[in-house]
């Protein structure tokens, strides 16, 4: 009866989810489903393992949340997020609209800012560029998916995202884990899905298709959507229904303003990876009042945060007079954290009671018995979950918490780098985790007008079959010479 509970309680969790309810409510209910069948206590299970669980994940990764929200929200709203898309689509020129899309998308999801700030002011811009180039519409979510969503959020090193900073406390590495192995399966990623997208122009080319018939939709209107809203904050850390907040300066922003806070981000990140933190002494963390952990425990999270709190206060400074509304802009970039925040926490203490099941150990022991080891074993378990959830934070999180120290027991024995585990982890979050029913998948396709009928075997082929290949890569690699 406890395996059956487990089932029950993962399949009503994602089907009231598809249906358009919040996962703050589905989440605990399916947890007391499942542990009803198993016959465990029900309320130890909702305040003690639940509840525990989901604030240790806000203990651990909130700042991360907060102040990338609030980094992007400012980069919205003074205009430079949009001033590095037009320079990257200036140098590249209309003959290359397809490679200045996914590169404008990559430079700011990289530079930290949040993925739902990028979908708002790329799109509209992809599709101007689209519309002139007569490329057809149906290929900008893919575009735009390509550049925000695939190596920038899980492969390529010292990526501000909170994706790449979840494995860090469990396997007590730095964002800037396996970065040789990340940045080929960047170069993977990016390759695969550029063939794809100038393939797919081509062909519509020669067969005259043209941009096709736009319909008149406001972003904001996608924004401001309570179903689409719930979807997107399971997916991503940015709630849409902030996009509107604030106040968006019209003045041009010189693009050395507009990039300097993003290269802040990657230089102050692999600064106090690498420089930084290893040289201060830490030794008071070990008390009880500070958790009584080590630096590698909070090392990752410490270079993000401070990095982000960095490029905040710069791109602040560097374009004072274009957040004529600064508090506002914070205030909604501030209040954009919460609800992903809280609806993340409450995936992983759902999966924190399913992992305390008496039944789970069935569960385990059929995700360490995968044929190819350890590195097929958890890239096998956080797709799986990533799918289900369809959040790769989600789905990560659930996957670590259940069998993190299992994985580093089963690494440490045989000789592996948890570099390796942390990049094959976050790979693997990133690629089923883009199914239909992912929020960001959803809410890309509302924002542009389109139905999964029209572009979703695009956003396949640039998300899913890119990551896959990618991850097979890093895995085999990996395998043969080990972490570099």
Not at 240 to 258: D, F, K, L, M, T
Request: proline letters at 5%; glycine letters at 10%.
């Amino acid at each position: 009866m406890g395996l059956l509970g487990i089932l029950v309680g993962l399949g009503l969790l994602i089907w009231l989810a598809f249906r358009g309810w919040s996962v703050l409510l589905l989440a605990p209910l399916s947890a007391l489903v499942a542990s009803a069948f198993g016959r465990e206590p029900l309320l130890a299970n909702w305040t003690q393992t639940f509840m525990g669980s989901a604030a240790q994940f806000l203990a651990q990764f909130f700042p991360i949340f907060l102040l990338g929200a609030v980094f992007g929200k400012l980069m919205d709203d003074s205009g430079a997020v949009t001033a590095v898309a037009n320079f990257i689509t200036r140098r590249l020129g209309e003959r290359r609209v397809i490679l200045a899309v996914v590169l404008s998308g990559a430079l700011v999801t990289y530079g930290g800012v949040s993925l739902f700030v990028a979908f708002f002011v790329i799109v509209p811009m992809a599709q101007s560029l689209f519309r002139a180039a007569g490329i057809p519409r149906r290929l900008v979510p893919a575009t735009v998916i390509l550049g925000t969503s695939t190596f920038t959020m899980s492969a390529l090193p010292g990526t501000p995202s909170i994706q790449n900073a979840i494995p860090m406390p469990f396997f007590g590495t730095t964002p800037f884990a396996a970065p040789g192995l990340g940045m080929i399966a960047s170069l993977i990623m990016l390759g695969i899905g550029l063939w794809w997208l100038l393939r797919a122009e081509k062909a519509a080319r020669q067969a005259n298709e043209g941009y096709g018939e736009e319909l008149s939709i406001a972003t904001g209107a996608a924004a401001d959507d309570e179903r689409l809203r719930g979807r997107a904050t399971t997916a991503r850390e940015f709630d849409p229904a902030e996009i509107s907040h604030g106040h968006r300066s019209e003045a041009e922003v010189p693009v050395v303003n507009a990039v300097l806070p993003l290269v802040v981000v990657v230089v102050v990140n692999l600064a106090m990876s690498l420089l930084v933190l290893p040289r201060l002494d830490v030794s008071f963390l070990a008390e009880q009042r500070w958790g009584s952990t080590s630096l590698p425990a909070v090392a990752g999270v410490w270079s993000v945060v401070v990095a982000l709190a960095g490029a905040t206060a710069t791109v602040v400074i560097c374009n004072w007079t274009r957040l004529p509304a600064l508090r506002q802009t914070m205030d909604a970039g501030a209040n954009a954290s919460v609800l992903p925040a809280l609806t993340v926490a409450s995936l992983v203490g759902f999966g924190a009671v399913i992992a305390a099941l008496p039944a789970f150990d069935m569960v385990r022991d059929w995700a360490l018995g995968i044929k190819g080891g350890p590195l097929v074993s958890l890239a096998v378990s956080t797709n799986l979950l990533a799918a289900l959830t369809g959040s790769a934070s989600g789905g990560l999180t659930i996957a670590l918490d259940a069998l993190g120290q299992t994985y580093m027991d089963v690494a440490t024995r045989e000789g592996i780098d948890p570099g390796l585990l942390h990049r094959v982890a976050v790979i693997g979050s990133g690629t089923l985790d883009i199914l239909p029913h992912n929020g960001a998948v959803v809410s890309l396709l509302a924002i542009c007008g389109l139905t999964h009928r029209q572009s979703y075997l695009d956003i396949v082929m640039v998300g899913i079959v890119s990551s896959v290949v990618a991850l097979a890569a890093v895995i085999a690699m990996g395998s043969a010479l080990g972490s570099f």
